[in-house]
C-alpha cells in the first residue's frame, strides 16, 4: 500500500510541478508577447508577421500539457448538485466506473494525437505562414500531454478504488 501511494504522489508531484513551474508561466510569455504585438502595431507602426502565430502555439501547449495537472490539483469542471450530496464511498463508486469513460476518450486520444504528432514529425511540417515556423515540435506535446493525463487519471482510479475498499472494510457503507 506504502508504494502504490509514493507513486501516486511522485505522478501527481510530476503533474504538479509541470504545471506550476513549466506550464503556468506560459500565461504570462504569452501576454508579453501580445502586449510588445500592441505596443509594436499602434506605437511604432511596426506590426510583427510572429507575434500572434506565437503565442497561439504557445497556448495550444498550454491546453495539451495542463490536463494532468488539471485532474491531479482536481481543477476539472464537474457538476456537483447531486455528486456532492453522496458519501465518499458512493463518489468513488461512480468515479471508478465513470472512469471507463474517461480512458476510453483518452486511448483514443493518444493513438490519434501520436498519429498526427508523427507524421508532423516524418513532414518537418511547418506552419506555411509569412514567417513559417516549424509546428512539429507543438504537435509532438500531444502524446506527451494525453501520456501526463492518462497516468493522472490512472492516479485518480486507484485512490478512488482505495476509497471504495477501505471505506467498506471500515463497516461505513453508504450512509
Known amino acids: 500500500m506504502e508504494r502504490i501511494d509514493k507513486i501516486n ?12 513551474w513549466l506550464v503556468s508561466y506560459f500565461i504570462l510569455f504569452i501576454a508579453f508577447i501580445l502586449l510588445y504585438e ?4 499602434y506605437v511604432f507602426s511596426s506590426s510583427t508577421v510572429w507575434a500572434s502565430e506565437l503565442s497561439q502555439m ?8 495542463s490536463g494532468g495537472f488539471l485532474l491531479a490539483d482536481k481543477g476539472h469542471i464537474k457538476v456537483d448538485i447531486i455528486y456532492s450530496r453522496f ?12 472512469s471507463f469513460l474517461f480512458f476510453m476518450f483518452a486511448f ?3 493513438k490519434e494525437g501520436w498519429a498526427f504528432a508523427v507524421d508532423s ?6 506552419s506555411n505562414s509569412a514567417w513559417n515556423p516549424p509546428v512539429w515540435p507543438i504537435k509532438l506535446l500531444i502524446p506527451v500531454g494525453i501520456i501526463l493525463l492518462l497516468i ?4 485518480k482510479l486507484v ?3 482505495l476509497i471504495f475498499i477501505q471505506d467498506q472494510q471500515a463497516g461505513k457503507g453508504d450512509e
Not at 500592441?38 to 502595431?41: C, G, H, L, P, Q
Not at 493522472?152 to 492516479?155: C, D, F, Y
Request: no cysteine.
Open 108 to 110: 483514443v486520444l493518444l
Open 152 to 155: 493522472q487519471g490512472i492516479v
Open 58 to 65: 504557445l497556448f495550444g501547449a498550454y491546453v495539451i500539457l
Open 159 to 161: 485512490e478512488d478504488v
Open 9 to 20: 504522489y511522485t505522478i501527481s508531484l510530476i503533474n504538479k510541478g509541470i504545471g506550476k
Open 121 to 126: 514529425l516524418i513532414r518537418m511540417e511547418t
Open 87 to 98: 458519501s465518499p464511498r458512493t463518489r468513488a463508486a461512480i468515479d471508478v466506473i465513470t
Open 38 to 41: 500592441i505596443v509594436a502595431r
